[in-house]
């Protein structure tokens, strides 16, 4: 895949995950340096523990000025609409799944780009991907959905990373099948929710419910 894809495949996933953190931001009552911080913690934060584990050098949040405007952008826009979008959960959630389908994509070509092996290339995809809305959670004082039992959240970014390593070694990776790729991530992360598809319990025979008794 060009550099200049991959490129825009990361800044539109910044984008998406800072605009969740900005929306969680503002359901918190934060200020707007608060949401900028938040959105920058989200929007930047897997890409810089990919980076720093790659041994890339200086991360490209730091190096690359480009990386700045997402989340500038995204507390803008929050700043602006938020009072005329749901105050609920599912805009935040959908822009959490876009940005979980794209950096499970750049992370893993990044990976591989670097030679790691597919293994590898797969788990830090999936670091990539996750990574960011963890630190956004725990800084909001928030479950991370991560561990969250009602649904998926790293099992689609596990088969996109997977399915994003297929493609790269086939040779039929490309901006199409990468968007493909991106779309199935973030199609099966919303029907998981809708559907309340979810991973056995960690005991088996444990009913959903019981594990939230206590």
Request: proline fraction near 4%; glycine fraction near 12%.
């Amino acid at each position: 895949m060009p550099f200049d894809i991959s490129l825009a495949l990361d800044l539109l996933g910044t984008f998406f995950f800072a605009v969740s953190g900005c929306l969680l931001a503002a359901r918190k009552g934060f200020d707007i340096i608060g949401s900028l911080l938040l959105g920058s913690l989200v929007g930047l934060g897997g890409g810089v523990a990919r980076d720093v584990i790659l041994d890339a050098g200086v991360p490209a949040a730091f190096s690359q000025p480009l990386y700045l405007m997402p989340p500038l952008l995204a507390t803008v826009l929050v700043f602006f609409l938020f009072q005329h979008v749901e105050r609920g959960g599912n805009l935040l959630r959908m822009f959490d799944a876009g940005g979980l389908g794209l950096f499970c994509i750049t992370g893993t070509l990044k990976a591989l780009g670097a030679g790691l092996n597919p293994v590898a290339a797969v788990l830090l995809g999936v670091t990539t991907a996750i990574g960011g809305g963890v630190l956004r959670d725990i800084t909001a004082n928030e479950v991370p959905q991560l561990f969250n039992s009602r649904d998926l959240y790293a099992i689609p970014c596990f088969l996109g990373a997977i399915l994003t390593t297929v493609l790269w070694y086939s040779g039929a990776m490309n901006l199409v099948t990468g968007i493909a790729t991106a779309v199935a991530v973030f199609a099966l992360r919303m029907l998981s929710h809708r559907y309340s598809w979810h991973a056995p319990m960690a005991v088996r025979g444990w009913k959903h419910r019981r594990a939230f008794r206590n």
